[in-house]
């Protein structure tokens, strides 16, 4: 990694959170009342940069929204955390939206995801903004948009030395050749399983997940194990480093972006592995206190108070 280079690169989408409480899901055809309703900015790529901006590094957030009503929260979200945008703005395609579901009494969560404009990120788009990749130290993507897309700006990085971050969600199918192009995939258990057709159940079931990825040509694996805390897996070591109790469990959508996020951030700081994957999981503990997905990201100040008491 240069010198020269900074920061945090983010290949990704951004959404419109509608996010609805209540007890239960309903059945089709079914309609019941909720106990609660938010609006707010969401998307697994904008959400990470938020939370990589807000640990204290400069974020390049590469995406595209619609000319719409939820495109200016989009800009005013970015604008706000002082997050370098690299984001086109189509005419015909919307801005993306999610569907939250939230168990209002264990904050577990079900999602659909519709990426509008983001969906439509090119080769071509990617390439135009290959500038941004290459000037920073750490580069980030996932699969709400399309996979060739993540796929050339995974290769940007790595013709330029930049450190990959390969966030597989949601688990679809994608190019093998994106594992020899990624320095950590950061699969939670059920994207882990999906993708290596093995059961994610346990710390031993995710080392050998762990492995397959190994095989496949990842530098390391790095998988989320929920209240656990992440596995730290490369062909030298295997650490479980645990998950950070920050709070009453009120959310936990969000919780995944905010270690990647973190972790992206503190590798770019320049913290070994080790520590940034500890760094990721504060992060990420002190996220599912607090409603929302990017205005649960806490800052760097909150992270690093959680990790010196514990």
Request: glycine share 12%; net charge negative; proline share 5%.
């Amino acid at each position: 990694m240069s010198l020269s280079k900074s920061g945090v690169a983010i290949l990704g989408i951004f959404v419109a959170d509608l996010a609805f409480r209540s007890g239960r899901m309903p059945a089709v055809g079914e309609t019941i009342i909720g106990s609660g309703f938010a609006m707010g900015p969401g998307g697994k790529g904008s959400n990470q940069a938020v939370a990589a901006a807000r640990a204290g590094v400069h974020v390049r957030f590469i995406s595209k929204i619609g000319s719409d009503s939820f495109g200016d929260i989009a800009m005013a979200t970015w604008t706000h955390e002082g997050i370098e945008t690299h984001v086109g703005r189509s005419k015909d395609q919307p801005t993306g939206a999610a569907f939250i579901y939230v168990n209002d009494k264990n904050g577990e969560n079900a999602i659909i995801v519709v990426p509008g404009a983001a969906g439509t990120i090119s080769i071509a788009d990617v390439e135009a903004v290959g500038d941004a990749i290459r000037g920073s130290a750490v580069f980030v993507t996932q699969l709400e948009q399309p996979t060739a897309a993540a796929q050339r700006g995974l290769e940007i990085a790595r013709q330029a030395n930049v450190i990959t971050i390969f966030n597989p969600a949601p688990a679809e199918p994608f190019a093998d050749a994106i594992y020899s192009l990624t320095d950590f995939i950061t699969p939670n258990e059920s994207e882990a399983a999906a993708l290596t057709g093995l059961p994610v159940e346990s710390v031993d079931d995710a080392k050998r997940a762990g492995d397959a990825f190994l095989k496949k040509g990842v530098g390391t694996a790095l998988i989320t194990l929920g209240e656990k805390g992440a596995l730290l897996h490369t062909r030298e070591q295997s650490v479980l480093v645990p998950a950070f109790n920050a709070g009453n469990v009120v959310e936990t959508a969000g919780a995944g972006d905010a270690f990647n996020g973190g972790f992206a951030a503190a590798l770019a700081r320049g913290m070994d592995p080790l520590s940034a994957t500890r760094f990721g999981c504060a992060a990420a503990g002190i996220s599912v206190t607090r409603h929302g997905t990017a205005p649960a990201m806490p800052t760097l100040a909150e992270i690093d108070s959680l990790l010196a008491g514990s």
